[in-house]
């Protein structure tokens, strides 16, 4: 499902689009019956401040109050989400957010990024984060062009599936494909990239949300439609056992290269997981 990104003015409009999204996760879950996890990209929830006047003279809507609308929309459908609580006119403040809310309607997981850093260090964010996910899952969230989350580290501290909210407006299709691709093959993880798409009148966004294997290539991939939907099953087996094998196959090699030779190796197992249980996952942007 590719959202568009709201231009919204007021409160009232802020809270008519939480419905919308919540009552989109409840129809969604209704066609996918076997649906996991659900994510919107950037500024989905709260559009996006692009006048001056808007941040200097923000509308507010209550803190808190969009979350007890996703929250209970995720209990309801018992399905799992990342939802923005970025910026626009009627949430503005010093942080880019997106947060994992689990089945039963809490936060399990929050990424903030800072959008005025200190002089020549860019924005700053929290440190990198892994929480268990759906069908255990290990997830990680990130943000847009996030400095912080190196896809280096993405291993290290044993996540399996990374989610990158985007909302970077006229960026190259091809080059957020591609970065995705890298991410999961670097890393050995799932990568499921979500971005916007359409025009507020200023800034354009392309859309083409993908979920990438932990091989690199791409399983499913949205285009510039907007509420274009792609889901694809995700195996906690397989990317372990895959991770497994080529751990030994790694140590394998570097004892080749030593002169000697390890106890014994594996070789890397097929892509496609054993029947064992999988998520089901399904990018918003």
């Known amino acids: 499902m590719n959202y568009p990104v709201p ?28 649906l996991d996890l659900i994510v919107f990209p950037e500024y989905a929830t709260h559009g996006m401040a692009d006048q001056r006047a808007e941040v200097l003279r923000p509308v507010l809507t209550a803190p808190g109050e969009e979350l007890d609308v996703f929250g209970a929309a995720c209990a309801a459908a018992g399905v799992w989400g990342v939802f923005s609580l970025t910026g626009g006119r009627c949430r503005p403040d010093r942080h880019n957010t997106v947060v994992l809310i689990d089945d039963r309607g809490e936060v399990v997981q929050r990424c903030r990024r800072t959008l005025s850093g200190p002089p020549g260090c860019g924005a700053q964010s929290d440190p990198a984060q892994v929480a268990d996910g759906p069908r255990g899952l290990r997830t990680m969230l990130t943000i847009c062009g996030d400095g912080r989350h190196r896809p280096a580290g993405c291993q290290v501290r044993g996540a399996e599936l ?116 999988v998520a089901l996952a399904v990018v918003s942007g």
């Not at 802020?14 to 009552?23: E, G, M, T």
């Not at 970077?168 to 957020?176: F, T």
């Not at 290269?257 to 249980?277: C, E, I």
Request: hydrophobic share 40%; charged share 20%; proline share 4%.
């Open 162 to 277: 990374v989610v990158r909210c985007q909302g970077s407006p006229e960026v190259p299709v091809a080059d957020q494909i591609s970065a995705a691709r890298a991410m999961a093959w670097m890393n050995v993880c799932y990568v499921a990239t979500v971005n916007a798409v359409g025009t507020d009148g200023l800034h354009t966004w392309a859309g083409y949300s993908a979920i990438v294997g932990f091989d690199g290539h791409t399983l499913r991939q949205c285009g510039d439609e907007e509420y274009g939907l792609q889901y694809a099953e995700l195996s906690p087996a397989a990317i372990r056992e895959y991770r497994a094998a080529r751990s030994r196959l790694e140590w394998a090699w570097r004892g080749a290269l030593r002169g000697s030779t390890p106890g014994r190796s594996a070789a890397v197992p097929r892509r496609r997981g054993d029947g064992r249980a």
């Open 7 to 34: 231009r919204l003015h007021t409160g009232s409009d802020a809270r008519q689009n939480y419905l919308k999204i919540a009552d989109m996760i409840v129809g969604i879950k209704q066609g996918l019956p076997g």
